[in-house]
């Protein structure tokens, strides 16, 4: 797939990449809502990734995927600034532009060798790790999917978080709204001075909570802003103990 927000980009690329027999183009993206759409919905092996686009960067792209969903990466720069950090969260290559034949032979080469699962899995643990240590390591939105409709979902906005499963229901508004990504993951996305875990089927905003009932054993029904009561648990009743003493979650 090729994700870059100028048209005549894409086409250098799409042009390039037509010369290798064992390579089959699945789509074009002109923006990073619409390539987490399609990556979403294709799961294409490679991304060649604009960086630097409007709306959503290329670094948003991927925060924004699912472990499972992460594709080998190609970032493709105009700006030489970016090609350290496009190595710090490993992706296969980076392309500068223009983009030179030879160095884009060599980006097509490392993307062959990522043919078998497990290096394409410690791939994935990399640039989960470097994104979880980058200087903007929380998500600042989601992206949702229903059916054919696209919605962002702002992190600022939700109150509560449940899970469904392997998918997770985003609380906004009175409004739930289903995301693909299990508690565990989406945890590590969240912000622990905004967010607090007091259930491992919950997560809610700390400054939704209004009122605290203690039940027994360490377990409190948690009444949030929006009129709901959420079950705490003794296995994360430390949360909820810091944040009563200290003002934030650990």
Same mark, same amino acid.
């Given at each position: ?13 799409? &042009?390039?990449? /037509? ?17 987490? =759409? ?11 990734? %604009? ?29 030489? +600034?970016?090609?350290? !950090?496009?190595? *710090?969260?490993?992706?296969? %290559? ?5 983009? $030179?034949? *030879? !160095?884009?032979?060599?980006?097509? $080469? ?10 394409? &899995? ?13 200087? *903007? ?13 696209? +919605? ?13 499963? %392997?998918?997770? =229901? &985003? ?22 001075? *905004? ?6 089927? /919950? ?15 360490? =377990?409190? &029904? ?6 709901? +009561? +959420? !079950? ?19």
């Amino acid at each position: 797939m090729i994700v870059d927000d100028e048209r005549l980009a894409r086409r250098g690329v799409l &042009l390039r990449l /037509r010369k290798f027999k064992d390579i089959e183009i699945v789509g074009e993206c002109a923006d990073g809502l619409s390539a987490v =759409e399609k990556i979403l919905e294709l799961s294409p092996d490679v991304v060649f990734l %604009d960086i630097q686009m409007p709306g959503m960067d290329g670094f948003e792209v991927l925060r924004a995927l699912p472990k499972e969903n992460l594709p080998g990466v190609i970032f493709l720069t105009a700006y030489e +600034q970016h090609a350290l !950090r496009a190595f *710090e969260v490993h992706a296969l %290559d980076y392309l500068l532009k223009p983009v $030179d034949d *030879e !160095r884009f032979a060599a980006a097509v $080469d490392r993307a062959r060798k990522l043919g078998d699962s497990a290096s394409k &899995l410690r791939m994935t643990e990399r640039i989960l790790q470097m994104l979880g240590r980058d200087s *903007e390591k929380y998500a600042s939105r989601f992206v949702v999917r229903t059916g054919s409709r696209i +919605q962002i979902v702002l992190v600022e906005d939700i109150d509560w978080i449940a899970a469904a499963g %392997d998918y997770t =229901e &985003l609380h906004v508004r009175g409004r739930s709204h289903l995301l693909r990504e299990t508690m565990n993951s989406l945890v590590q996305k969240l912000d622990p001075t *905004e967010f607090l875990r007091i259930h491992r089927s /919950r997560i809610v905003r700390t400054r939704c909570i209004v009122e605290l009932h203690a039940i027994d054993n360490r =377990e409190y &029904l948690v009444k949030l802003s929006d009129g709901s +009561q +959420q !079950r705490s648990s003794r296995t994360y009743a430390q949360n909820l103990d810091r944040w009563l003493t200290q003002g934030k979650a650990q």
